[in-house]
């Protein structure tokens, strides 16, 4: 009874544990592939690189700014009349001394003539009087004309020199009240909406101008600056620095550079800014008074400063940081100071060295001391790396 006992204790353990007893050979294999899968490395992290390079980091200031006209002049008539032509069209360039209207100038042509007139008749005189005078004062030495006689030829000819000089005078003030019935641009720029057609009449009074001027070439770009960059706007004031003024709008906003000409000469009470302007040449008039831009002027360059692309700069928890690839192609992450970001690249004060090379793109697969194969940039359907996916202004 003992022995069949034991028997069928045996022969249930062999059927619930089937798996129980010497491995059969297709485990022998499972077993020997898991120990080559644990045995290898972990394949490469695909990263994108860039090598850090010294180079002068610009000191921007960024603000926005409004164009405004370099001159703005209000053309108004100096006398009345009737405008009787027009040689202009409404937003014409046109130049300093162009005819642009005329008035009717046939009474002031008429009362010139008349003044000329009256100037010829009094020379004649004058010179009838000068000959009777001449005559008069041979003979009172004679005691043949009395000195009354001497003396009224004396007057006459005095009286005819005055009487001359009115008449020049008046000539001259009827020969400018001709000229202002030409009315001529007072400077170079385009003209905005004519008030007055040809048979208005225009007075010397009307408040309203009859047409406004704007000079845009060269133009005025102004903006705004906290006051705690006065000194920066008065080095870049004397060094004529450069600045670029993006027009926003359209799928590339169109960038046009100026040159800082003007600064306040006070801060603003209410807002503790201080106003500024740049001039740019505006050749080709792409700067049109009263639109809105932004200005980011060149303060200064500091020189010897680390540049990586901004792309290879992550923030983490100690801090902004960067993958740097050693020699054997495996990665560290490092901490760096960053000074500035102008654009794409960012400027680093310390973290890293000249030469040395940082991951600009594939950062979220890696970890500390994982191996990368560095890949070229992808190119996106517009031609820029895949990299450059932000853009940042760089701020005073």
Known sequence: MAGAAIGAGLAYLLGILPNYGPASSETSKVVAKKGEAKGRAAPAAPVTAATVMVADMPVILVAPGTVEPLANVAVKSRVDGQVVEVLFKEGDLVNEGAVMLRLDDRLVKAQIAQAEASIARDRALLRDAEAIMTRRTALVDKKIVTEAAMDQARFAVEALKASIASGQAMLESQTTQLDYLTIRAPITGRTGTISAKVGTMVRNADTGPIVTINQTK??????????????????????????????????????????????????????????AKVVAENADEVLWPGLSVVVALTVELKGNMLAVPAAAVLPAQQGMITWVIGPDNKVAPRTVTIERIVGQTAYLSDGVKPGERVVTDGQIRLSPGAAVNVEEPRRRPGGAPATEERRMNGRG
């Not at 705690?228 to 550079?257: C, F, H, N, W, Y």
């Not at 040159?259 to 603003?268: L, R, W």
């Open 218 to 275: 060269p133009i005025w770009v102004t903006f705004a600056v906290p006051q705690g960059e006065i000194g920066a706007l008065r080095r870049s004031l004397t060094a004529k620095a450069l600045a670029d003024i993006t027009i926003p709008g359209g799928a590339r906003p169109m960038v046009v550079q100026g040159t800082i000409g003007f600064i306040d000469n006070q801060v603003d009470k209410q807002t503790g800014a201080i106003t």
